[in-house]
């Protein structure tokens, strides 16, 4: 069982961490695109078009990495005294009710989406440089579909934690991991002995 | 440990008392089913958005599905069949508005530069050089401190990240040189929550692009009073340090006696190039060189080049700051595209207008109004996070800003010192949890709480000089845009 649940967070995973690399792609046209325009004051076109690409692909396709991290932002005032158990009685019951129809209506309505712009091979009418955003519209139902999917490995949680009273164990765990890495970066330093 | 045992009780008491009162209001004041319109079912809507809330489940998905739903039924009782429902265009046509806003394109890149800042290891030099720099300045820790969180705030528009960094950073130095545990942690509480204010905030970002204001102004506006909080921070803390030197004692002497050329030859290694990079994205944003988007891509080479010339850039380095900045955009964005479905289908069944009706009954002055919705953001702000206020929230009130004469522009300058004050006031204080996660195991968090209790008032006195003096966010903003 929880090899299936590690095997859907490392789908997640590795979709999130591949496009996650689009913010580099990004940094780098907008600035090659600010440096075409003051110093051969020759802006591109498509420059525009590709920014507002890159940074929708961003953050929709790492949707599902970030829910299997459990990096959506929650009120956890409450939650965090609560016992795994109640925890994840109240988790199984809201995934049903709002996550599952909420994300489904999103792939079933993006689906449509994609396809109407996918048949007339839609390019961008925000500017005239003719690029392509039919694949673009094509993110929201692969973003919708990792979520969901990402969604059901919650729900497995949910109940093995119900049953047994604990949480299953996660890719690994990101704030602890997180934490280290910022003490290592603080004791790396050389100038610290100075 | 009983303090926190205390505050787990009443955090539990409080929530669930509040979903209680909810429910009770339902009951006593819904009309029977018949009768229920499409506004009553608004209000439905936004108590049971508060109750999930509540509840800690994922916001974002909070919104997307109470959206759908009611949506659902909103459609459904005009008699549209399931599958056709209009909800299902809306929810889409919102997604892909997210996705193409050109302002929050710096979003991405903001945060990117700041993970990029974070993680080379420029604030460590940074906090090292300032300390020494200082140390003839009473408190010179403190003041280091905080002068390396302004620096880092106008580097970055991230939070948490800088408590925790700063309490790794200092908080030890600081006790080891005998520094009072109340002024120690307060200092690094009240400094790390600068970002909220100081440009280029992520928040400004966000409310620019839910307010329709310009971010550049916005900008503008925030940087007299983020210098002019950061001076108050500063002074206060030279202040107690003079009137009680055993808060905070000098450094010893021979810590101190560094040659001056030392200090200049270390200023100039870390605090200037850092500061060059600031006043490089910063300048050009606000004498309108660059847009934010141009500035923030521009800032984050800027950084990746700096970290590189400390010979602190890698490969590992870089993937932590693409992966971490991945996630936090994902987050921020997620809550907007949630955000923007739950707003569609509540503005579709009217809960807007009823609510807005409901506030103009109530005949506010605008100070008035003013005083209650900061209240509100304010008690928001203690178990929220401030994406959800702003991305939330906020935008109830802002279709209402005109009919009261307010400038959405000043509006948003006082939320942000607003949301800075509710981060640092007990017992919700996310700081301090913050800080508390990586402060030495004898720190309680009762020390955090009663050490950041002054910079909340000097935050408070901030905003009531705002109310009383707008000029002082306002003017910046009125001299470029005359």
């Not at chain 1, 299953?168 to 704030?175: A, G, I, K, N, Q």
């Not at chain 2, 207008?353 to 109004?369: I, K, M, Q, R, T």
């Not at chain 2, 000089?465 to 002082?472: G, Q, S, T």
């Amino acid at each position: 069982m929880n090899h299936y649940l590690l095997l859907i967070d490392r789908i997640s995973a590795w979709t999130g961490k591949t496009f996650a690399w689009t913010v580099v792609l990004l940094t780098l046209i907008v600035g090659y695109d600010v440096t075409m325009r003051y110093i051969f004051n020759a802006q591109t076109q498509w420059g525009f078009d590709l920014a507002y690409i890159l940074y929708g692909i961003l953050f929709m396709m790492a949707g599902a990495y970030t829910l299997s991290r459990n990096g959506h932002v929650r009120a956890d005032m409450m939650y965090r005294t609560l016992r795994p158990k109640t925890q994840a009685w109240f988790d199984l019951v809201l995934y049903l009710l709002f996550f599952l129809p909420g994300i489904s209506a999103l792939v079933y309505a993006g689906i449509d989406f994609a396809h109407v712009s996918w048949q007339m091979r839609e390019v961008s009418s925000v500017t005239s440089s003719g690029v392509p955003i039919y694949p673009f519209k094509l993110a929201i139902p692969v973003a919708g579909f990792l979520l969901l999917l990402q969604g059901f490995a919650e729900i497995a949680r949910c109940i093995v934690c119900i049953r047994t009273g604990e949480w299953p164990r996660r890719l690994h765990d990101v704030e602890e991991e997180d934490i280290d890495q910022l003490k290592k970066i603080i004791s790396d330093d050389p100038v610290k002995g100075a | 440990m009983q303090f926190r045992n205390l505050l787990k009780l009443e955090a539990r008491t409080i929530g669930f008392g509040i979903i209680g009162l909810i429910l009770l209001g339902y009951l006593l004041f819904l009309p029977p089913p018949s009768q229920i319109t499409n506004a009553h079912l608004g209000m439905v809507m936004l108590g049971v958005i508060i109750a999930s809330i509540l509840l800690g489940f994922p916001i974002a998905f909070t919104l997307i599905g109470l959206g759908i739903l009611f949506g659902f039924v909103a459609f459904g009782r005009s008699g549209v069949p399931l599958l056709e429902s209009p909800i299902f265009d809306n929810m889409v046509l919102r997604t892909y508005g997210v996705m193409t806003t050109d302002v929050i394109i710096a979003v991405p890149l903001f945060i990117f530069m700041g993970y990029i800042v974070e993680r080379s290891g420029i604030i460590d030099r940074l906090f090292r050089s300032l300390e020494l720099a200082m140390s003839a300045v009473p408190g010179a820790l403190a003041v280091a401190t905080i002068a390396t969180c302004a620096m880092f705030a106008a580097a970055t528009g991230i939070i948490g990240a800088v408590v925790t960094l700063m309490g790794l950073l200092v908080l030890q130095p600081m006790l080891k040189a005998g520094y009072d545990v109340r002024l120690s942690t307060g200092a690094i509480a009240a400094g790390g929550c600068l970002g909220i204010l100081i440009p280029p905030s992520v928040m400004l970002i966000l409310y620019g692009a839910t307010a329709g204001v310009s971010v550049v102004q916005l900008y503008m506006g925030a940087l007299i009073p983020g210098i002019m909080l950061s001076c108050m921070y500063v002074g206060y803390v030279i202040v107690r340090a003079i009137i009680n030197p055993k808060l905070a004692p000098r450094l010893p002497v021979e810590e101190r006696n560094v040659p001056f050329k030392e200090i200049v030859k270390m200023l100039a290694t870390s605090v200037f190039p850092l500061a060059f990079l600031i006043a490089a994205v910063l300048g050009s944003i606000l004498f309108g060189v660059a847009t934010p988007t141009e500035a923030a891509a521009v800032g984050a080479l800027g950084a990746a080049l700096l970290a590189a010339c400390y010979g602190r850039m890698s490969l590992t380095r870089l993937k932590e700051s693409v992966f971490l900045t991945s996630r936090t955009t994902a987050m921020v964005c997620w809550l907007l595209v949630g955000s923007w479905v739950f707003s569609s289908t509540f503005a579709t069944l009217g809960g807007q207008n009823l609510l807005e009706s409901w506030v103009y009954a109530a005949d506010l002055s605008p100070g008035g109004f003013l005083f209650f919705s900061q209240l509100i953001i304010f008690l928001l702000g203690w178990p929220l996070d401030w994406t959800v206020i702003i991305i939330i929230f906020v935008p109830i009130f802002l279709p209402m800003l005109p009919a009261f004469g307010i400038d959405p522009l000043f509006f948003g300058l006082l939320t942000a010192i607003n949301l800075q004050t509710a981060f640092l006031s007990p017992p919700m204080a996310m700081a301090a949890y913050y800080l508390k996660g990586v402060a030495p195991p004898h720190v309680t968090l009762a020390d955090i709480f009663y050490g950041m209790v002054p910079f909340m008032l000097l935050q408070l006195a901030a905003m009531i000089l705002l109310v009383l003096f707008p000029a002082i966010g306002m003017w910046l903003p009125s001299v470029f845009y005359q």
